[in-house]
């Protein structure tokens, strides 16, 4: 009788520990919510940066600075839009 009794005691500390391992892992809506406005932000933050790199460029005459805030444009606004997708499909 013994071992049934570890072994149901064994189940019982197995069963919360992954009750505390799921907890660490599990996000509030709350959470989700101020991540996904960070990354918005920082993606915005981005689009932002590249536009004036290439307004810098196109005032100093530098072609490559040019290039390099258009590629960020486009790399900030690809984000958005993915971001908005996942949004989409979340809700």
């Not at 391992?21 to 406005?37: I, P, S, V």
């Not at 196109?58 to 993915?82: H, I, M, S, T, Y």
Request: aromatic share 2%; glycine share 14%; hydrophobic share 35%.
């Amino acid at each position: 009788m013994r071992g049934h009794e570890e072994g149901a005691a064994g189940a019982a500390r197995a069963h919360r520990a992954v009750s505390a391992g799921q907890a660490l892992f599990a996000r509030t809506e709350r959470e989700e919510r101020e991540m996904a406005a960070g990354k918005k932000a920082k993606n915005s933050g981005e689009t932002m940066k590249g536009k004036a790199k290439e307004a810098t460029g196109k005032v100093v005459g530098n072609e490559r600075l040019v290039a390099e805030g258009k590629a960020e444009q486009v790399k900030g606004d690809a984000k958005q839009a993915g971001r908005k997708v996942k949004d989409a499909l979340e809700d």
